[in-house]
């Protein structure tokens, strides 16, 4: 994987209209997993240690798994205090967009976020940024934005903004984003920033813990019966599929987050080359792919579904029925396997 190189001019622009700032408000996209929070969370306490008023707001209520992070007690969600966080955004005089590349992922924040006359700042590793922001860091290379902020601090000469709660946060985005470094994290770059890190007194072990051991005896319910029951194979195409409704959701007391790592699990298999997940909402069906090698899952969710991400984790949304989906799913498969290594067709 290549070394994320930043420009320098860039990097050189933020720090000093950070010089000149003192109201900031950190963003992040819809349903926050590890990097959007721990890259939101490491920013802000990175930026309250240089003096600044720093407020983080997510679009929805972020997922307990991750209230363990420094200052996640302190988040606004926008969809439950929309009219003070839209003060805020109004108020402030700079608003970083992290780890989403266009306004559509912060939902019904969005509005808000855009008719903020503050300086906006976008730090992230998706394909195809938007326009909105004036100051762009946006690298596709980077395995993760909680990298990002952290080569950012460290190019911008404030790496002394980087203690312990900075560290913890930025650790957990960098390892939830990569599968506790099973993909996309080859990159000499991760693991010298994974020891300065450490240097700051984090403990790893602790921070696996604590995202990875917080099952509930519904979570582990719920992902056993999408394993047992709704989880597919279609050899010829080297493809799994996990479905669930919103009652089946329901039925096991399904709370945000609780199936988090459910994707990832048919990889496991060594003839499983990619998996999708399909979870209905109330509205969308959420799509979720992960995969291994050289497929390109994000293709598949930027074509058919409304979304994007990295080769090997994406995401999307689908209008319509759970059943609809899984159709367009069965027609897209035959369409994929040009993309599986040749001694996998």
């Known amino acids: 994987m290549n070394e994320v190189k930043l420009n320098k001019e ?6 000093h209209e950070l010089q000149r700032v003192r ?16 890259s939101s969370l490491g920013l802000a306490a990175a930026l309250t240690n240089a003096g600044k008023s720093v407020k983080v707001i997510t679009p929805d ?30 108020d402030a005089d700079m608003v970083f967009a992290l780890d989403y590349n266009d306004t559509k992922r912060v939902d019904h924040m969005e509005q808000a976020v855009l008719a903020s006359p503050a300086l906006k700042v976008m730090i992230d590793h998706h394909l195809f940024p938007g326009s909105f922001p004036e100051i762009m860091i946006s690298h596709p290379e980077a395995s993760s934005t909680s990298l990002l902020v952290y080569l950012v601090l460290d190019r911008m000469g404030r790496g002394d903004l980087v203690d ?5 946060c930025l650790y957990t985005g960098m390892m939830t984003d990569t599968g506790n470094f099973s993909y996309a994290s080859n990159s000499p770059q991760i ?29 582990l319910r719920l992902n056993g019966y999408a394993m047992s029951q709704k989880f597919s194979v279609y050899p010829e ?36 080359t990619y998996s999708v997940f399909l979870r209905e909402e109330s509205d969308y069906i959420k799509v979720s792919t992960r995969s291994k090698g050289e497929f390109p899952v ?6 058919h579904f409304n979304g994007g991400g990295h080769k090997n984790a994406a995401g999307g949304e689908f209008y319509g029925t759970l ?20 001694n996998e067709k």
């Open 10 to 15: 860039v990097v050189g622009q933020l720090r």
């Open 23 to 38: 109201k900031v408000v950190i963003t992040c996209h819809l349903s926050p997993d590890g990097d959007a929070m721990g």
């Open 61 to 90: 209520t972020p997922p307990k798994y991750l209230t363990f992070l420094p200052g996640a007690g302190d988040i606004m969600p926008f969809s439950r205090f929309e009219r003070p966080a839209t003060k805020m955004l109004h």
């Open 164 to 168: 312990a709660d900075v560290a913890k």
């Open 191 to 219: 693991y010298r920033t994974i020891a300065a890190l450490l240097e700051r007194g984090i403990d790893k072990d602790e921070i696996y813990r604590s995202v990875y051991f917080t099952n509930t005896p519904d979570r």
């Open 237 to 272: 195409h080297r493809a799994a599929l996990i479905t669930l409704t919103r009652d089946e959701l329901n039925a096991h007391r399904y709370q945000k987050g609780d199936t988090e790592d459910l994707v990832n699990r048919p990889l496991t298999c060594p003839d499983i």
């Open 298 to 303: 994000n293709k598949i969710c930027e074509k």
């Open 323 to 342: 059943q609809e989906c899984i159709d367009e799913f069965m027609r897209l498969m035959p369409l994929y396997d040009e993309f599986l290594p040749e």
